[in-house]
């Protein structure tokens, strides 16, 4: 009798057949980081998280970093894939498909793909017209349940290109974006405020005169202020966005008077404001800063305009966004970490909690029961390396670093890493 109920104690402590126990890791919280924990993830949500290690775990660490998923809301990567060069087009499918990979790879779990309405201009071709954008977003709604990342549309809208108001109209009707973001790539303000700069960048870029390019600049820049209706345009979208619960975002904020403007117009996110000023101004008024992985991790603008990291040490920034490279947001974070007292914790949430705050996703972007398991397995050295990706609880990628338990050598009824898989100091 005795040992009938010691068997079913036993049977008590083991996990269930549908639980999935992922053990000794440092585990990034909201406030702070477990030493060595373990979590267990039920039904693709977390169920439990403990500050110590469990026996008989799905998935031993060994020491490595445990993240939320990252939510990126800004990525410029969907138009290259689909035409890796200039004129050469591949299946939207295919390039689509290829990217989900690579977001998986470095740790992306939700992903807002950052598509441009700009027109027919010499600068966009085909590559940023309505059409064509518009058949990447009906691509991507279509392969939604086949991809690794949750996809999300991310809609930039020139302001001077008021023809594209009714097709954001049509996608927005339909439930097709998620976030719209104002911008003005008028040279002279802006992200090209330095209009010097902006010339010498385009002329070596398309291998132009410096002549030929400052009259194509200085066309735009007439065009920009001649252009009416822009005010009307900007009130009459946002009013259709906001009534239909889509976040607002401006675009390269330079002065306090754009600031309060697009706040006006209802706008919650700041992206890459250029200024200092900018930023301090945006966060008065209660708005989000988004930045640049990028430029985090390389410690400058590559348009010479507002550091990272010089927003995160004046307290200023709220999220980072791969950009143009997704491969980024791993070691930024860890970088930044080192910056301020809140350490790991506070910076991993520019990745997560923030971005789940200012887009309103409510079921994700913490280490937290009742979450999704939406989690980031890392290391920190020699290089900082994502290791598996887990969206809702499935692993849609691994290197191979971190096999199951059952695969590694037990000793003393413990489950533990091969040589290979220890883990890294932390620094």
């Known amino acids: 009798m005795l040992e009938r109920a010691d068997r079913a104690a036993s049977h008590r402590d083991q996990p269930?057949?549908?639980?999935?126990?992922l053990s000794e890791f440092q585990i990034v919280m909201r406030d702070r980081v477990i030493a060595n924990g373990a979590v267990r993830i039920e039904d693709g949500r977390i169920a439990e998280i403990r500050d110590q290690p469990v026996e008989n775990a799905d998935f031993v660490g060994g020491g490595r970093l445990l993240?939320?998923?990252?939510?990126?809301?800004?990525?410029?990567?969907?138009?290259?894939?689909?035409e890796p060069r200039s004129g050469v087009h591949v299946p939207m499918e295919i390039g689509i498909a290829e990217l989900d990979k690579r977001l998986a790879s470095c740790g992306v779990t939700t992903a807002y793909a950052a598509l441009s309405f700009i027109g027919n201009s010499a600068t966009a071709a085909l590559l940023r017209s309505e059409e064509h954008t518009s058949s990447i977003i009906e691509t991507i709604a279509g392969?939604?349940?086949?991809?690794?990342?949750?996809?999300?549309?991310?809609?930039?809208?020139?302001?001077?290109?008021s023809a594209?108001?009714?097709?954001?109209?049509?996608?927005?009707?339909?439930?097709?974006?998620?976030?719209?973001?104002?911008?003005?790539?008028?040279?002279?303000?802006g992200q090209y405020r330095d209009v010097e700069l902006y010339i010498a960048r385009l002329a070596k870029e398309r291998g132009m005169s410096i002549a030929d390019v400052s009259e194509v600049v200085g066309k735009r820049m007439a065009d920009r202020n001649g252009h009416g209706g822009v005010l009307g345009t900007l009130q009459g979208l946002s009013a259709f966005a906001r009534a239909r619960g889509i976040v607002l975002a401006s675009h390269d904020d330079d002065t306090l008077e754009k600031v309060e403007f697009v706040h006006g117009l209802?706008?919650?996110?700041?992206?890459?404001?250029v200024t200092l000023e900018a930023a301090r101004e945006a966060r008065r008024l209660g708005m989000y800063t988004a930045m640049g992985a990028p430029n985090a991790l390389r410690g400058e603008s590559y348009s010479g305009n507002l550091s990272a990291r010089q927003a995160y040490e004046a307290g200023l920034l709220d999220m980072l966004a791969s950009d143009y490279h997704p491969a980024s947001i791993l070691p930024a974070v860890l970088g930044l970490a080192k910056l301020s007292d809140g350490g790991l914790a506070k910076a991993a949430a520019l990745t997560s909690a923030n971005p789940a705050a200012a887009l309103g996703l409510t079921d994700r972007g913490a280490i937290e029961a009742g979450l999704l398991a939406d989690l980031v397995v890392a290391d920190r050295q020699p290089v900082p390396r994502v290791r598996a990706t887990f969206r809702a609880g499935r692993m849609i990628y691994g290197d191979g670093t971190l096999g199951p338990a059952r695969n590694r050598a037990i000793k003393g009824g413990r489950d533990r890493p091969l040589p290979a898989d220890r883990g890294q100091s932390q620094d």
């Open 67 to 82: 993240l939320p998923g990252f939510i990126d809301m800004h990525g410029d990567m969907v138009e290259r894939e689909v």
């Open 164 to 189: 594209a108001v009714g097709v954001l109209e049509r996608l927005m009707d339909a439930g097709k974006l998620h976030l719209i973001s104002l911008m003005d790539h008028t040279p002279g303000q």
């Open 266 to 273: 209802g706008t919650v996110l700041s992206e890459f404001p």
């Open 143 to 161: 392969l939604k349940d086949h991809l690794l990342v949750d996809h999300r549309i991310h809609a930039r809208f020139e302001v001077t290109f």
């Open 16 to 21: 269930k057949k549908h639980d999935l126990w």
